[in-house]
């Protein structure tokens, strides 16, 4: 039977879950999420839940201690040179929330299906696996409940055991252990490959931008698969891997050759990570601005010819910039029908390599919550 405690505990998560969907447009906005990435729980300030308190009677006026009698009052409220207000304040609670918390929160509110993993599974994760009770072990590791059944199974042979007065002993023949095995679990590997623009005109806004879509991307992804890897190529008119605090901090000043990104990215692919064995999920983030007319070509044939037949989604997302042409994501539309919109609905049964681009405009803040849903919708 549940105890009390933990039905009023499970109820007071629903409540939390309840509090965060309504306000999940929010919480997508929030930077400060991103310094918590990489711990299994974030702080979430959650607005309008009573903090549970005391309930005192009508007796608690009176002094305890010291001088005065007994009935005067301990203090008089709001007295003295920092005085209190007399409003009520706003109830704020910070909650714990697990990052598999968030990221099936952020599936039910958008709708999104579970990820159907490419290749033949062929990793394989060791795993500790309890498979039975033995006589030694760690006492971290002892089964109570069993120990407890042996000590009494051995009072009632010996007759010792009282019903009027029922205490049970267990002696060190009685103790029982948990016992474990190893076991190889198939495991779904997959990697994320983000690529950026850092020429002159991504600024600190656009990234921003980046950063929590990344963020997300990476919440949900990390749901569906065990393991995962992630990656960072950035560009300008050449490009480079860098490590995570580089790819969300550096800027450059020069022009966009967006295929040095893609031919960076293909060798990446060809060096560490084969199709048959991981899931491959390529991001770029782009503010549309590209070189020259030569350099889209390359790009097409790049991702026609490699990105998009190793990737199970390669996601375009275009970053509105003041600077930018923004003219990419109609190169890619024309080369990939396929691609579509921003509001298309693709067929799940189309594996097709123009199926696995899918393309999206962030703006603001705002379409976050657009853009992963146009990009997760058909789970692949």
């Known amino acids: 039977m549940v105890s009390r405690i933990e039905q009023d505990f499970q109820r007071f998560r629903q ?22 990435e990489g711990r299994r729980y974030v702080s979430i300030p959650v607005h309008d839940i009573d ?59 958008l709708s999104l299906p ?41 009072q009632l042979a010996l007759g010792v055991y009282d019903p009027e007065d029922p205490v049970i002993v267990p002696i060190k023949r009685d103790r029982r252990y948990r016992s474990w095995k190893e076991v190889r679990k198939p495991q779904s590997n997959a990697v994320i490959v983000y690529m950026m623009d850092v020429s ?6 656009q990234k921003e931008l980046v950063r929590l879509e990344a963020f997300w991307i990476d919440a949900w ?6 393991g995962i890897e992630s ?34 990215g293909k060798d990446l692919l060809d060096q560490h990570y084969d199709p048959a064995d991981w899931n491959i999920y390529a991001f770029h983030f782009s503010d549309g601005d590209n070189s020259s007319e030569s350099d889209n070509r390359l790009c097409v044939k790049l991702l026609h010819d490699h990105l998009l ?16 042409s923004g003219n990419f994501i109609n190169v890619l539309h024309e080369a990939f029908p396929s691609a579509g919109d921003d509001k298309r609905t693709p067929r799940e049964d189309d594996d097709t390599p123009g199926a696995r681009l899918i393309t999206s405009r962030v703006n603001n803040k ?7 849903r146009t990009f997760f919708t058909q789970g692949r």
């Not at 305890?64 to 209190?84: L, R």
């Not at 992804?221 to 065990?226: F, K, P």
């Open 15 to 36: 409540i939390v879950k309840g509090r965060i969907r309504k306000d999940l447009r929010r919480f997508l906005t929030r930077s400060d999420l991103i310094g918590k």
């Open 114 to 154: 579970r990820i159907k993993p490419r290749g033949e599974h062929r990793i394989t994760s060791v795993r500790d696996k309890y498979s039975g009770v033995r006589q030694a072990g760690p006492e971290s590791l002892r089964h109570f409940k069993r120990t407890y059944r042996e000590a009494l199974k051995r």
């Open 309 to 324: 037949p190793a990737c199970n989604m390669f996601g375009y997302c275009q970053v509105a910039s003041a600077y930018g």
């Open 221 to 226: 992804l990390r749901r569906n698969y065990e």
């Open 366 to 372: 705002d379409d976050i919550y657009t853009s992963l």
């Open 51 to 109: 903090i549970p308190t005391f309930r005192y009677g009508d007796n608690a006026g009176g002094v305890g201690m010291g001088e005065g009698e007994e009935g005067d009052a301990a203090g008089t409220p709001g007295a003295g040179d920092n005085a209190g207000g007399e409003e009520e304040g706003r109830h704020i609670l910070e909650v714990d929330v697990s990052m598999e918390e968030l990221a099936d929160i952020l599936a039910e509110e």
């Open 231 to 264: 990656r960072y190529i950035v560009h300008d008119v050449h490009a480079k891997e860098v490590d995570r605090a580089t790819f969300f901090s550096l800027r450059e000043d020069g022009g966009t050759r967006i295929s040095s990104a893609y031919q960076c």
């Open 200 to 205: 002159g005109s991504m600024g600190d806004e």
